[in-house]
């Protein structure tokens, strides 16, 4: 409990200061881009900072500005007829809104080149936010770092020790029959809700725009062969060839109980091995924790403002709702008409194991509680809990399923808002697809989804500054997609256990 307040007090600091930077330091928006007045409009001299790598283009000369007055749909179209135009175009980019402009004999007009504004390099605030931005881009790095080890060490290692138990291949079946099963529905639900919510659609987070999201994703089948990495190795140099790393995870597992002896159990130890430490690093990286927190927040509040808040708190909203609705609706059910468990019996006797998740926030470290609540409160047999828990607490994660589903297209909508191409259909499935993975690849710690998301993020080439966003308010939903977590594993040992006859719940006192 105590890293939870810990992690709290810190994200509070962090606004608190961030607020009295906003204050008191000075800070004009700043586009980089500079203009002329030219005939018919205005002609763009030069682009730097914030603008560069926007699809401005130098020389161009722009007749329209459409300028964004804050909330969605509240834009208005600037014509530039007149030299002077110029010179509004400037204030209004001073007073920090976002324009787009627009040539008309551009072929692609329709797509209005967006100008990103920040902070003048120069400027007091900025010098002052550098030291946490610098602090915030190292944390952020550190965490990228665990991403391909930490991946691999926890699925081969998950995998090998399965496939171990030779004699338990239908119950095997069955368990990943049940983990993949309420992992998809979880994805599925919050794919839903984060698209009638849409709280990404012009939020202010005063992110610099992207254009290129997920428009290389044409064709469903394209997903399944990107699956299959043609070099392993440059697929582990790359975090957004997560979907590849897994698959090649899965296959290295399975291999390893299909080999013979001394080779099965001695790269069975070597990966399990690995993956202590791998845990063991991750645990080190993580108590740095409060302090990243803190200087993401200072850059962010300092440079935005609490408006991005508010899109952030509709954000947590939508993953709260999908929780719930995952945890008290579709599981229930599951558990009633697949495992004949009565819920509200089963939830009274998981208390413990829920309570652990909420102050711990790893399905790991509640391993233990949740292994002695299932079998004493529970009643499900040995055999079943020591073979279904140890593997749902790193592969089952239901809550964390569906937070990466919501937070990458809450994060798409965002950018799709602000100039981007939205995320096609196609490009969605392709999101439940590697939402569902990263699940699977996510070890049990604090963090975990978040650190997975930055590879879904990657591989639909969208900028992983937005999730840095994200890390800032994680912890509360981190402890609810925990306690989800943690349920689905309970709830996967009872209809598991039933199954198998190896379920007698005893009378609770
Ligand atoms: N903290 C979660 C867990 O241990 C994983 C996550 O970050 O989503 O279950």
Same mark, same amino acid.
């Given at each position: ?32 881009? %500079? ?25 161009? @000369? ?103 138990? %030779? ?6 079946? %069955? ?104 845990? %063991? ?14 200087? =993401?927040?200072?850059? @962010? @509040? ?71 609540? @299932? ?47 939205? =995320? ?78 190896? =379920? ?6």
């Amino acid at each position: 409990m105590q890293s939870h307040w810990k992690v709290l007090a810190w994200m509070l600091a962090g606004l608190i200061v961030g607020l009295l930077f906003q204050a008191f330091l000075d800070a004009p928006a700043y586009s980089g881009a %500079k203009w002329k007045a030219a005939p018919g409009g205005i002609e763009l001299v030069s682009v730097a900072g914030p603008s560069e790598g926007s699809k401005l283009q130098v020389g161009q @000369v722009y007749d329209r500005v459409i300028v964004h007055r804050g909330k969605a749909g509240e834009e208005s179209v600037v014509e530039l007829n007149d030299p002077k135009d110029a010179d509004a175009v400037r204030a209004a980019a001073q007073n920090g809104q976002i324009l787009w402009f627009v040539a008309s004999e551009d072929p692609e007009a329709e797509k209005p080149a967006p100008l990103a504004l920040g902070m003048d390099p120069d400027s007091q605030r900025a010098v002052w936010i550098e030291p946490f931005a610098f602090f915030a881009s190292i944390f952020m790095g550190l965490l990228k770092m665990l991403i391909v080890p930490l991946v691999l060490a926890s699925i081969v290692s998950g995998v090998a020790s399965v496939g171990a138990l %030779k004699d338990l291949r239908r119950l095997g079946w %069955k368990t990943f029959a049940y983990y993949i099963g309420t992992s998809l529905l979880a994805v599925l639900l919050g794919q839903l809700l984060v698209n009638l919510i849409t709280p990404g659609t012009g939020a202010e987070l005063g992110l610099s725009p992207a254009s290129e999201i997920g428009s290389h994703v044409e064709n469903p089948l394209e997903i399944l062969r990107r699956m299959v990495p043609t070099n392993v190795v440059s697929a582990m140099t790359d975090n957004g060839a997560m979907l590849q790393i897994i698959f090649f995870a899965l296959l290295l597992g399975y291999f390893i109980t299909r080999s013979a002896e001394p080779h099965a159990s001695r790269m069975r130890d070597f990966f399990e091995s690995f993956f202590q430490v791998m845990m %063991k690093m991750a645990e080190g990286i993580l108590s740095l924790l409060p302090y990243g927190v803190f200087a =993401l927040l200072v850059k @962010v @509040v300092a440079g935005t403002g609490v408006e991005p808040f508010k899109a952030l708190l509709i954000y947590m909203f939508t993953v709260a709702l999908a929780l719930v609705l995952h945890a008290c609706v579709t599981l229930p059910l599951v558990l009633k008409f697949i495992g004949g468990v009565s819920p509200t019996r089963w939830l009274k006797a998981m208390g413990p194991a829920i309570m652990t998740a909420f102050s711990t926030s790893s399905s790991s470290m509640t391993l233990p509680v949740t292994m002695k609540t @299932v079998e004493e409160r529970g009643g499900v047999s040995n055999k079943v809990t020591s073979f279904t828990l140890p593997l749902g607490a790193t592969i089952n994660m239901d809550g964390t399923a569906l937070y990466e589903c919501i937070g990458v297209i809450f994060l798409a909508q965002y950018y799709a808002s602000v100039g981007g191409e939205p =995320l096609t259909w196609t490009a969605q499935a392709l999101v439940v697809v590697m939402a569902l993975l990263a699940s699977i690849g996510a070890a049990g710690i604090p963090s975990a989804g978040l650190v997975m998301m930055l590879t879904i993020l990657s591989a639909l080439n969208l900028p992983v500054e937005g999730a840095a966003l994200l890390l800032a308010v994680d912890r509360p939903l981190d402890m609810m997609r925990t306690v989800v977590n943690v349920w689905s594993d309970s709830c996967g040992a009872a209809v598991i256990g039933n199954s198998e006859g190896e =379920l007698e719940m005893p009378e609770l006192a």
